[in-house]
């Protein structure tokens, strides 16, 4: 009898731990925002409603620290702007979703690959369905 009851006591806290160590195990981002660092070419492509069709490509630099400026060219229904220039903050959480607002109000969502080489994102703000791809360039002199 006591063996039966050492034996459910332990498959009771193997149960009861189990979430948390499974939580642990979920941390595929376990260093957060400097997961992106450095510098990547960044390109999208979609669509603003009531304005057109829109692509981008550029450079965009995350310091590691939730800071990240970019320069882009961008055609707006075939009007091209080149130099555009935006700053934001950003958020990678430890399951390696992230989230970006940008100084001109943009808001995006990322999946970014747990050693911050890629990020797939998508623009979050109604009336647009723009989404792309970052792969890093350069990391930064440490």
Known sequence: MRKLFAFCALVVITFALAPQ?????DAQCPLGN???HGTYVVSGTGTIVGVGLIAAVGEHTWDGHG???????ISVNGTI????????????NPDCTASLV?????????VVASDGNT???IKT??????????????RPKE
Do not use: Q
């Open 21 to 25: 160590v499974l939580n642990a195990a």
């Open 34 to 36: 400097a997961t992106l």
């Open 67 to 73: 800071n990240t400026s970019a320069s882009n060219t």
């Open 81 to 92: 702007l080149k130099g555009v220039r935006v700053t934001g903050t950003y958020t990678v």
């Open 102 to 110: 940008e100084s001109d109000g943009s808001h995006y969502d990322f």
């Open 119 to 121: 990020a797939t994102w």
């Open 125 to 138: 703000d109604a009336g647009a369905v723009v989404t792309g791809t970052e792969v890093r360039l350069k």
